[in-house]
């Protein structure tokens, strides 16, 4: 079944500068990968997704690239503000319609 | 439109008691999922609800765990017995039939002395 990896469980980036967030997948049939952000005590909310016939997707200041070949996937955020710390977490779709989830990363925006 | 909403919001039980929690999901959503999260951690897949198909109950961590959806719209999940390691947030989530975006409820959040 599908595996889903995330790194950095954690990461510390001063505001203003990017942050960058990856994600592994195993299941190479997947083909729809979302980002959620959960902000501390609310819950997961959608921010960004990508499906496998695009490599890139921008929303402002948040893109998801995909690389199928690499089975690996990831979230950029540019110039960051205090609002983006949160635990973000990624995810793959597998067959079933499930979602495998990544472990989150907690992204801490120092002023 | 109302989005997923659960109840209760918090819950704080003994040890050895049976509890239920509810989900509503966003009305003409096929698909319902429900995780646990305890502090600090990830999303743990519990259960797997899709249109008047058999759940997908492989996430349930024990025979104290069960969950029903009825009429294929609010669904409960049942804790019996309850153990302090239960304490944790249960999240619902819906999805349309022809997406694949699920949205989150608020939660709940168990507490089991």
């Known amino acids: 079944g599908e595996n889903v990896e995330q790194h950095p469980s954690t990461l510390s980036v001063q505001e203003g500068d990017s942050a960058v967030i990856k994600c592994t997948y195993s299941?190479?049939?997947?083909?729809?990968f979302p980002w959620y952000k959960q902000e501390l005590g609310k819950r997961p909310q959608l921010i960004i997704d990508i499906r496998s016939n695009v490599g890139e997707k921008k929303d402002q200041r948040i893109a998801v690239t995909l690389n199928k070949t690499a089975k690996h996937f990831s979230l950029h955020i540019t110039e960051t503000q205090p609002e983006d710390s949160a635990v973000y977490f990624c995810?793959?779709?597998?067959?079933?319609?499930?979602?495998?989830w990544g472990a989150g990363t907690k992204l801490i925006i120092k002023p | 439109g109302a989005g997923v909403s659960q109840s209760p919001s918090n819950k704080v039980t003994e040890k050895g008691k049976d509890v239920e929690l509810r989900c509503d999901p966003i009305s003409g959503h096929t698909a319902l999922y429900w995780y646990r999260q305890s502090l600090g951690q990830g999303l743990e897949f519990l259960i797997y609800f899709q249109g008047n198909s058999a759940p997908d109950k492989s996430g349930l961590p024990s025979d104290r765990f069960s969950a029903e959806r009825t009429g294929g719209s609010v669904s409960t999940l049942t804790i019996q017995r309850t153990q302090q390691e239960d304490s944790a947030v249960y999240l619902c989530a819906s999805r349309f039939e022809i997406t694949d975006t699920q949205y989150f409820g608020p939660g709940t959040r168990l507490t089991v002395l």
């Open positions: 299941d190479s049939a997947s083909n729809y």
């Open positions: 995810a793959a779709r597998d067959s079933n319609y499930q979602l495998i």
